[in-house]
């Protein structure tokens, strides 16, 4: 390796022939980062490196974990190219896969979680931080981020015995006698379904929506509120114009964030959504989504192509929480930007 | 010029205002002529700013605060039990001493933001309003023609003067300055206290300020406060000149402070 035999004393910049830029910019990239300290005591250069080396396995580990799963997933990529991400016949038995169904079925079931999730987790960041007194603050607060500590196998099993009966029982037959008449709410009543596993991730998702909301209203100096105060803003009115309006981005991204998580969430999804890839519009009917189908048909999968397959579908997985995180990473920053401004 | 026939706009009796336990204003007796200046001066800490936001129950606010006496605008009790802190606080409007517009509005919204708090939605009264209360905040030739741009996009003196429009929008009786300048450089300061002459004219103000020479400039009557207690209260030709009581020398000729 031609990185090695630059030392860790050298502190000139040593030019890099522009041919082998890819190798020469890594190279000079990883010796400006990890190895140059100049000026510095053995000790720390020593300690700065075990930091710097930290730091840089995250990194490292992020892009391998990316290359394995391109890796794990060409036979399935050369086989079936684009239209893996449009074809909608997930059969294990004839080896023909299309990732649309899992697809619909991670989006439908996340994106209902946020509907439900979202207003809810706003509402009690609101409660939180503007109206409870403070001691019930603290202790609902507490209770809340509890929640996000419950094993998520746990919310599953809750799911099975008590939400799924309930569903199939009285909500779900309620709703298609009186709405039925809507494709989102078509019978039959399965109780597990797309709907169940909505409700299953907002749930989940509640905690990380209405801490991080929580945090971002905390940062909205007191000035803000008494300017609204001031003017003859009702509570409403304050928490409306001085609270809500200037924390839109922030908002945002926590519901994001919410997102990112309801869609990677497995578990408690695989042991409700009814295992069924296939896209139907009903909200009530079974449904897969892109973790559970990994995790049901992983152990199973005996031919190459559909382990291939499955490997495809972690890596569009992948991709699309990374997308969505980065986004709401962003969504954050500016909002806490233009708070100190 | 001070009008000694003018009547009284707001008056207060034996003021006390808490932080918990303790006792930051102690017992003011405090009187505000209409369409006059009132200034409030004293060292840091001496609980001016305390008192200035007891007077449109904004203390109240702030956790564990609280305040005792009696507070009279014209002829209502606005710490009356049966009295709503909102309706307070738009007969009587406050500019903060950070200029605080909101940051999600534009220049236009920021104005008639009160006024739609009080659900007035007309868009040709709103605009009339707009225009009256940014000429009379003297920004009126500066912001016309970007009414709709953010309101964080203005420099610090212009946010502060956009603050004092928001308030004069509503059309307050009595208008609270909590140090409305002490954030501004001195051009900035000078416009704010040069419309402080002018709108005093339609609205009485109560001035809360570190800076003597601000006093001495643009009050009519200043009030000496020194640790929770009204020292005295005069005519500010008469304080600045013959003050009666030895700690209000001491202080405005710059002995202490």
Redo the contacts between chains.
């Keep these: 390796m031609n990185l090695l035999q630059y030392s860790p004393r050298t502190h000139t910049p040593i030019a890099i022939p522009q041919t082998t830029w890819r190798i020469g910019n890594l190279a000079t990239f990883i010796r400006k980062h990890l190895l140059q300290s100049p000026g510095m005591r053995f000790g720390d250069k020593f300690f700065l490196f075990l930091a710097r080396l930290a730091g840089f396995s995250v990194i490292l580990l992020l892009a391998l974990i990316l290359v394995y799963l391109v890796y794990a997933s060409l036979p399935a990529i050369q086989k079936f190219g684009v239209s893996f991400l449009y074809t909608s016949t997930w059969d294990p038995v004839r080896e023909v896969f299309g990732a649309l169904p899992v697809i619909y079925g991670t989006l439908v079931t996340s994106f209902l979680a946020l509907f439900i999730a979202g207003p809810i987790g706003v509402g009690i960041a609101l409660f939180l931080n503007e109206l409870a007194p403070k001691r019930v603050a603290i202790v609902a607060g507490f209770l809340i981020e509890m929640l996000a500590a419950i094993p998520s196998v746990v919310f599953g099993l809750w799911g099975i015995f008590v939400l799924a009966p309930f569903l199939r029982e009285s909500f779900q037959p309620w709703m298609i006698d009186t709405l039925g008449f809507i494709p989102l709410f078509e019978g039959p009543a399965y109780g597990v379904g797309k709907f169940a596993s909505g409700l299953i991730l907002a749930l989940m998702i509640i905690p990380t929506i209405s801490s991080i909301t929580k945090e971002i209203f905390k940062t909205i100096p007191a000035h803000q509120r008494e300017a609204a105060i001031a003017l003859g803003g009702t509570r409403w009115e304050v928490m409306k114009i001085s609270v809500l309006k200037a924390s839109r981005s922030g908002i945002f991204g926590a519901l994001f964030l919410g997102l990112g998580r309801a869609l990677g969430e497995t578990m408690a999804v695989t042991m409700v959504i009814g295992n069924r890839a296939q896209i139907m519009p009903s909200l009530f009917s079974p449904a897969q989504t892109m973790a559970s189908v990994i995790a049901n048909e992983y152990a199973e999968a005996t031919s190459d192509i559909h382990m291939a397959a499955l490997a495809e579908v972690g890596l569009v997985l992948f991709g699309v929480t990374f997308l969505i995180n980065f986004a709401a990473r962003i969504l954050i920053h500016r909002m806490g930007r233009s708070q100190n401004a | 010029m001070v009008d000694h026939n003018s009547e009284l706009v707001l008056e207060t009796k034996g003021l006390k205002a808490y932080f918990g336990d303790n006792l930051a204003v102690r017992g003011v007796d405090f009187k505000v002529h209409s369409n006059s200046v009132t200034a409030i001066i004293g060292p840091s800490g001496c609980g001016k700013s305390t008192f200035i936001r007891c007077l449109?129950r904004?203390h109240e606010?702030v956790?564990g605060a609280r305040a005792e006496g009696s507070v009279r605008l014209k002829d209502q009790d606005i710490y009356a039990k049966d009295m709503d802190p909102?309706?307070v606080?738009?007969q009587i409007?406050?500019v903060?001493?950070?200029a605080?517009?909101?940051?999600?509005?534009t220049i236009f919204e920021n104005v008639v933001?009160?006024l739609k708090?009080?659900g007035i939605r007309k868009k040709s009264f709103l605009e009339e309003t707009a225009e009256r209360s940014l000429t009379h905040a003297a920004l009126w030739d500066e912001v016309k023609n970007k009414l709709h741009q953010p309101a964080?996009s203005l420099s610090g003196g212009q946010q502060q003067r956009l603050?004092i429009a928001?308030?004069l929008a509503?059309d307050p009786p009595v208008l609270l300055m909590d140090e409305p300048t002490s954030a501004l450089d001195p051009i900035s300061t000078s416009k704010i206290e040069e419309l402080i002459l002018q709108i005093k004219k339609h609205v009485t103000i109560v001035i809360v300020t570190h800076n003597m020479q601000q006093a001495a400039r643009v009050s009519d009557y200043t009030a000496f406060f020194l640790l929770g207690e009204l020292v005295e209260f005069d005519e500010t030709s008469k304080m600045f000149t013959v003050p009666k009581d030895k700690r209000t020398e001491q202080y405005v000729t710059g002995k202490f402070g």
């Design positions: 449109n904004l606010e956790p909102v309706m606080r738009r409007g406050m903060f001493q950070k605080n517009p909101f940051p999600g509005m933001a009160g708090l009080a964080t603050c928001r308030t509503i």
